[in-house]
């Protein structure tokens, strides 16, 4: 599963330079995370870190249209590693 950010995003920023995947970008109206990047942090910490440090934390959930188990995620992280 990649997370999403939602309309209640305030664009603040904070979230983009805590993504190690670099998967946060800023949107045309707010920041977009691209689930082809996004590890949703694991194998790097055990919370997504976009989440922890958003001042509205509720604006970043479970992208329901990109649903990967923790193994898939794992995979991906050790794929971009190679890259």
Do not use: F, H, W
Request: hydrophobic share 35%.
């Amino acid at each position: 599963m990649a997370l999403m950010i939602t309309k209640e995003c305030i664009i603040c920023g904070a979230c983009e330079p805590e993504c190690p995947n670099d998967a946060i970008y800023a949107g045309e109206c707010i920041y977009e995370i691209n689930p082809e990047l996004c590890t949703e942090c694991v194998g790097y910490s055990d919370e997504p870190q976009c989440r922890l440090v958003c001042p509205v934390p509720e604006s970043v959930l479970i992208n329901p249209d990109s649903q990967e188990t923790k193994g898939e995620l794992l995979k991906k992280k050790l794929m971009m590693d190679i890259d």
